[in-house]
């Protein structure tokens, strides 16, 4: 399959539609699809005689209906294909095998890409890609694609990575035809935080059409969706709320601006504080490299939420930062919605939220319309992983002519 397939349509067809519909409704009859798509009967009719051939999916008995004929009742086959996410960070990693119903089969956490070169890090990410497949007896066949997930910039549709991090030898590395090339499947490049923002749409806890989601794990991303699409700008480098300045006088950035909030209030800079205070670091055995950001965040989180003040008001303070570059996405986008995502909030979400929730409700433009929920991502620490997954299960093509005979 071509790598551009991987890539969403812009206009979804009606047989991705009625798989979407499917994947996020459980069973469903007839009757309801063409009430929740608008398409006519007959084209109901059509799309799912070619799906149940297709093996895609199946009658699961009848319904109740209001006279006249039983509705026959329908889902997808879980079973009939399978989606990889992956995640990779500076810090960590992560696998999720996902089936055809978007549910998570299983997962795997792996070390970051900071410890390694570009080839052995997507040699690692091969290799136990084909473990996870093997482990749960998922033929390669079966197995729509791998979507990589990773910080930014990248050229999406040229799948390479545009960044010098973690190592200036990560820049201009072609990193999906060659996890392509090592896996035998097609691989797609995408944001973190946009994964994470699919994710969360899809099967995430958000009933708001359009939300912002910001993401933290070693660095800090934005995605949003609006009126259920996500928003993609001019391509995969869009919503990078990081990299807005918060501090005019600040120290420069390597993305060209000064003053980022990234390097204000990010994970790195709650650690590189935390190292600051030499009695704080020695009691929580703080690492302080950079492959350790993670780690150490994590120990502060867990120091925080145990009462210890220092680590609390690391927190807090870095929270506020946030909150602030968070006016910034919900004044520009009209949201009423932000989740937090990424390992980052899965260790300090409950506090870092309210911190960010405050500042929201004293600064959003539109407040006094629309207050801002802040609300904690449903997948945690996988949750670009679970949106890399979903990605892919949504944008494959599946008719049997694209995946050639018997796949
Ligand atoms: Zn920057």
Redesign the pocket.
């Known amino acids: 399959m071509a790598l551009a397939s991987l890539h969403a349509p812009i206009q979804p067809s009606a047989r991705s539609r009625l798989l979407d519909l499917m994947r996020t409704r459980g069973v469903v009859s007839r009757v309801e699809l063409v009430g929740a798509t608008g398409l006519t009967p007959g084209t109901i009719s059509n799309v799912v005689r070619e799906l149940l051939a297709d093996g895609l999916v199946r009658e699961v008995g009848q319904g109740r209906s209001r006279g006249g004929q039983p509705r026959r009742l329908l889902r997808l086959c879980a079973e009939a294909h399978y989606a990889v996410g992956v995640q990779m960070d500076r810090c960590t990693s992560s696998l999720v095998l996902s089936d055809f119903g978007g549910q998570r089969v299983a997962e795997m956490t792996l070390p970051g890409s900071g410890s390694s070169s570009p080839q052995e890090m997507l040699q690692l990410l091969a290799d136990r890609i084909g473990t996870l497949l093997f482990d749960h007896a998922v033929a390669l066949e079966r197995v729509l694609g791998v979507s990589l997930v990773t910080h930014g910039p990248q050229d999406q549709l040229a799948g390479i990575l545009l960044a010098p991090r973690p190592t200036p030898d990560w820049y201009g590395q072609p990193l999906a035809p060659e996890l392509s090339r090592l896996t035998g499947l097609p691989v797609l490049l995408e944001n973190d935080a946009t994964a994470a923002a699919l994710g969360e749409q899809w099967l995430g806890a958000v009933a708001a059409d359009s939300f912002g989601v910001i993401y933290m794990a070693s660095g800090l991303g934005g995605g949003v969706v609006v009126n259920r699409e996500v928003y993609r700008g001019g391509g995969s480098n869009t919503v990078e709320i990081?990299?807005i300045t918060v501090d005019a006088s600040g120290a420069p950035?390597?993305?060209?601006?000064?003053g980022?909030v990234?390097?204000v209030s990010g994970s790195a800079a709650v650690v590189s504080r935390a190292l600051g205070n030499s009695a704080f670091r020695d009691r929580l055995d703080l690492q302080g490299s950079p492959a350790s950001t993670l780690t150490d965040f994590r120990l502060i989180a867990e120091a925080a939420n145990e009462g210890d003040g220092f680590a609390r008001s690391l927190l807090l303070d870095a929270a506020q930062g946030l909150g602030e570059a968070a006016v910034t996405l919900v004044n520009l986008f009209g949201l009423s919605t932000v989740v937090l995502a990424g390992p980052g909030f899965a260790a300090a979400g409950p506090l870092m939220r309210d911190g960010i929730a405050e500042v929201l409700n004293r600064a959003a433009f539109n407040r006094e319309l629309q207050p801002v929920d802040v609300v904690l991502s449903s997948h945690g620490e996988l949750a670009a992983a679970v949106g890399g997954s979903l990605q892919v299960l949504r944008t494959a093509n599946t008719a049997p002519a694209a995946r050639g005979a018997g796949a």
């Open positions: 990081g990299h950035c390597p993305c060209g601006n000064r980022c990234e390097n």
